[in-house]
Each structure stands twice: as structure tokens, then as C-alpha cells.
């Protein structure tokens, strides 16, 4: 039971959800969700409406009342049927959007007027009101400038407003109180002198004070919520220019960077033989499970995530696209440090097998990635480089290697952990061994 109402709300949620799945940088769909979601909204007070139709018919006399009620139900049938071959058209035309938007705010008016006049003339026993459901009625008409308020369109609400205040007042004429059938009204003089010092008056000028006052709240509401909508998509304008460009720059930057270095059998075995030693160390150094397969990923990303670097691009890009696109770029800041973490190895045991380390080179090293899991890594780099054969130097034995780096490479290690490689140097040299 309970699943079936979640997920009959879910459907429900669906059917009036604004911007569920639409670029709102996009004015055509943005204006065809809303027009979908309102058109869903008159599709259940079409329901509303045609129920209390039925029951004017049930309770009231007259065939009229059946007659009316028969025929709303094809009529608004078509309507619905007409808003949808407009809203689902398949050109990109905003235009069909528009007249959509117009053929439902009309209608909500229309049937909001007709639902109160039927309330108001048929729901009554002896020339009195029957429940109060006419003034219950009323309430749709306010109900209606709710319903259009919501394509959040300032200058529409404005002039539907306008002619709203004119319909009313001939409403209030016509239906409320009836004054043109008054003995009164046919007379302007006598209807002059009578007329404003009647309850009558009093009562439609509060009607219509109090709609002014609806009014003015509801259109300072969708002002406030277009501003808010529009600012919402200028910037998410900018955001996707200023995410073009930044994505142009990021492949470009990344395809120089690797461009330049193409990873061949040999690069792979290096980085193999460093992981290995990642690996010992780390558990030596007592890091979590977690810890450990995250610096062993970070040893290798820039081997492994290659092909992850390229950022996408879209003209229209969803919310998954922006977060794919941080993905992306967080990997590329990250394969970014590795290289950089790759050439520190090398510019250093360079410097010092060339013999011309001078002291702003080593404080530039050590202002350079010296977080732990960078400096577990270099430590191991440092120890690999040495035991292969480079273009400036011979390929080293465990034992001067050892030697080299405590003589000249320990200024660049933090003390601990370097202490616990050196007293784990028996065990590096066995996984080094059994790893060649």
C-alpha cells in the first residue's frame, strides 16, 4: 500500500514539477514545461468543475442544467486536446508556446466565471443562497489569477488583471446582487441617488478593494519570482560561457602536457615498481585500507585517467554535465600534481647527480607537494629512479642508492617518513628484486 502511494504521488509530483529536466537558460522549454504543468493543473479542475456541475444538476431544476453539464465535458475535452497539439509540437516555436499560454489563462478566467454564475443563480431554495456555495464560487475566480500567476509573466498578469477588474465588476452587477434587474437601475438619477448609499454598494466596493489588493500582492509575487528567474538564467548564461571556455582550456592544456609524453612499456613497469613500494610503505606507516587504495590510484592517474581528462562540452548542459564536468576536472588537478610530483623526482635526482643542488633550488622543492601521500610517493620515485639507468646516469645497486639518498636526498623528506623507509630499506629491496 505504501508503495503504491508513493508511487502514485510520484506520478502526481511529475505532472506538476516546473522545471523538472529543461534548460532554463532556454525560453521555448521553459514556457512548454509550464505550459504542460498548467495544463495538467486545468486538466484537474476541469475534473473539479464538471463534478460540481453534476451536482447543480443532481440538486437544481431546469434540463438546462444537464444540458450545460453535457456539453462541458466534450468542450473541455477539445481543450485539452488543442493546448496539447500546441505544447507538443514538434518545431522549436516558441510562438504555439505563447498562444498555448494564452488559450489557458483565458479559459481559467472563463470557466472560473461560469462555475461562479451557475453557484450563484441555481444553488438556491426559496431565493436563498443554498450552503453559501455561491460565495464558495467566488473563491475560483481568485483561483484562476493564482493558476496564471504561475507562468510568472509580469506583463500578462498585469493586463489579464485589468480586464479581470472589468469582468468582476460587471459580474458583481449582472450575477452577485442582479442591480440592472432593480426598479432602480432603470432610472440613472434615482440610481445615482440610491444606489452608492446601499449595503449593496458597500459590499462590491470591499469585493473589489480587497481583488485590487490580491492583485497588487500577486503581481508584485510573479515580479519578484521573474527577476528572481531571470537572474537564475543569466547566470547560468554565464556560467556555461565561462565553462566553454574553461573547458577549451582545459583540453588544450591537457593535450600539450600529454601530448608531450607519450606513455610507452617501460613508463608503465616504473610506475608498477613505485605502486609496489607505495603500497609497503604505506602499511608500514599504518595507513587505512581507504587511505591505501586511494594513494595507490593517486600513483598511477597519471598513467590510468588519461582519457578522462577531456571535459565535455555541450551547448545545453544539465546538472549531470556540470557534475561530470567537476568529476573530470578534479581528476585533471590531480593528474596535474602527479606530473608535477613525477618531474620533482626527476629535477632532483638530476641536481644532485650533476652535483649543483644550491640552497633556493632546495627550498623551492620543499615548497612543492609535501602532503604525505606526495612525499610516500616521491620517496619510492626517488628509490626506483636511482635503480634505473637514465640518460645522465648509470643504474644504481640497492646499496649506493641507500647511500645516495641518505647522504643527499634526506633534506627533502619530512623525518618520519623517511626514517621508516630507510628501516624498511631490506624489504624494498626484496619487492624490487622479485618485481624486475
Not at 43 to 71: C, D, E, P, R
Not at 125 to 135: I, Q
Not at 256 to 278: E, K
Not at 319 to 342: C, F, K, N, P, T
Amino acid at each position: 500500500m505504501k508503495k503504491l502511494f508513493v508511487k502514485i504521488f510520484g506520478k502526481f509530483n511529475n505532472m506538476l514539477s516546473f522545471e523538472k529536466g529543461i534548460d532554463i537558460t532556454d525560453d521555448y522549454q521553459v514556457l512548454k514545461r509550464k505550459n504542460i504543468v498548467i495544463k495538467n493543473i486545468i486538466f484537474l479542475s476541469n475534473i473539479t468543475y464538471t463534478l460540481i456541475l453534476f451536482l447543480i444538476s443532481l440538486i437544481a431544476s431546469g434540463t438546462s442544467n444537464w444540458v450545460l453539464t453535457i456539453i462541458f465535458v466534450p468542450v473541455t475535452f477539445g481543450l485539452n486536446r488543442t493546448l496539447s497539439k500546441l505544447i507538443n509540437e514538434q518545431s522549436h516555436d516558441k510562438t504555439k508556446q505563447q498562444i498555448a499560454m494564452y488559450i489557458a489563462a483565458f479559459y481559467m478566467i472563463l470557466s472560473s466565471v461560469l462555475i461562479y454564475f451557475k453557484l450563484k443563480t441555481q444553488m438556491n431554495v426559496e431565493g436563498k443562497e443554498y450552503l453559501g456555495l455561491g460565495e464558495a464560487g467566488y473563491i475560483l475566480i481568485y483561483y484562476s489569477l493564482l493558476v496564471i500567476s504561475l507562468y510568472q509573466d509580469k506583463k500578462m498578469l498585469i493586463s489579464i488583471s485589468k480586464w479581470m477588474l472589468v469582468i468582476i465588476t460587471l459580474i458583481h452587477f449582472v450575477i452577485t446582487y442582479s442591480i440592472v434587474n432593480e426598479d432602480y437601475a432603470t432610472n440613472l438619477v434615482k440610481f445615482i441617488q440610491t444606489f452608492f448609499t446601499t449595503k449593496e454598494f458597500l459590499d462590491i466596493l470591499l469585493r473589489t478593494l480587497f481583488l485590487i489588493l490580491f492583485m497588487v500582492v500577486l503581481t508584485t509575487n510573479v515580479g519578484i519570482a521573474q527577476y528572481a528567474y531571470l537572474e537564475r538564467k543569466n547566470e547560468a548564461v554565464k556560467r556555461q560561457g565561462v565553462q566553454t571556455d574553461y573547458s577549451d582550456v582545459v583540453n588544450d592544456l591537457f593535450s600539450v602536457i600529454l601530448g608531450m609524453r607519450t606513455v610507452s612499456g617501460n613508463d608503465r613497469d616504473h610506475i608498477t615498481m613505485i605502486s609496489a613500494l607505495v603500497s609497503d610503505l604505506g602499511r608500514v606507516m599504518k595507513l587505512s585500507n581507504v587511505e591505501l587504495d586511494e594513494l595507490k590510484k593517486y600513483t598511477s592517474i597519471h598513467i590510468e585517467e588519461r582519457k578522462n581528462l577531456v571535459v565535455v562540452k555541450k551547448e545545453n548542459m544539465s546538472e549531470e554535465d556540470y557534475a561530470e564536468v567537476r568529476r573530470r576536472s578534479e581528476i585533471g588537478a590531480r593528474v596535474a600534481r602527479r606530473l608535477q610530483l613525477e618531474q620533482k623526482c626527476e629535477d632532483i635526482i638530476r641536481t644532485h647527480i650533476e652535483g649543483a643542488p644550491t640552497k633556493s633550488f632546495k627550498n623551492e622543492m620543499n615548497n612543492m607537494l609535501m602532503d604525505k601521500e606526495s612525499q610516500i610517493i616521491l620517496i619510492c620515485d626517488c628509490y626506483v629512479t636511482m635503480r634505473e639507468a637514465k640518460s645522465y646516469k648509470r643504474p644504481y645497486s640497492h646499496k649506493l642508492t641507500i647511500d645516495f639518498m641518505n647522504h643527499e636526498l634526506m633534506d627533502y623528506f619530512n623525518e618520519d617518513v623517511f626514517d621508516k623507509f630507510m628501516k624498511n630499506s631490506d624489504k624494498v629491496e626484496e619487492l624490487y628484486n622479485s618485481s624486475i
